[in-house]
């Protein structure tokens, strides 16, 4: 079993910029691809970004590349999500997942294990 927890969600003013964080307890951290999806209100959940186990690869939903960077600290069991220039259609519930190591990144929520409870990121025009 994994357990994940996120941070660092916030209300944030367009064009600003924020980190989130995933610790992950319970598991060697290193085994596992990792993830962030995110749902807005009345929306389905979508794929931002996912990283493989040493951070060597990594893939982005087209809606956010240039601006969301998703990195691992294997040390300190953690993913991170760096978001730059945020916009208004970036508001949502940010959610980090996790699925062993030894497949190919995905894209699909259905592919995930594990999964955190979620940080609230709020946009302000």
């Known amino acids: 079993q994994v357990q994940l927890v996120e941070s660092g969600g916030e209300l944030v003013q367009a064009g600003g910029s924020l980190r989130l964080s995933c610790v992950a307890s319970?598991?060697?951290?290193?085994?596992?691809?990792m993830g962030w999806f995110r749902q807005a209100p009345g929306k389905e959940r979508e794929f931002v970004a996912t990283?493989?186990?040493?951070?060597?690869?990594?893939v982005y939903a087209e809606s956010v590349k240039g601006r969301f960077t998703i990195s691992r600290d294997n040390a300190k069991n953690t993913v991170y999500l760096q978001i730059y220039s945020v916009k208004p259609e970036d508001t949502a519930v940010y959610y980090c997942?996790?699925?062993?190591?030894?497949?190919?990144?995905?894209?699909?929520?259905?592919?995930?294990?594990?999964w955190g409870q979620g940080t609230q990121v709020t946009v302000s025009s």
């Open positions: 990283i493989n186990w040493s951070g060597g690869s990594t």
């Open positions: 997942a996790a699925r062993p190591s030894g497949v190919l990144l995905s894209r699909i929520a259905s592919n995930y294990h594990y």
């Open positions: 319970g598991r060697t951290f290193s085994n596992y691809i």
